[in-house]
């Protein structure tokens, strides 16, 4: 579980999140802390 937890936080790191300094970073946040939430409810 800890490997597939961190291989996702750094695929949406590395992939997922935009390149533009104008990201909303509590949007991001907001949902890595619900998919953190929902890998921990397994």
């Keep these: 579980m800890a490997f ?3 291989a996702e936080i750094l695929n949406v790191l ?3 999140r935009p390149e533009e300094r104008k990201s909303r970073y509590w949007a991001f946040l907001l949902g890595a802390g619900a998919c953190a939430v ?3 409810a397994l």
Excluded: T, Y
């Design 38 to 40: 929902l890998l921990l």
């Design 4 to 6: 597939i937890g961190g």
């Design 14 to 16: 590395k992939e997922e």
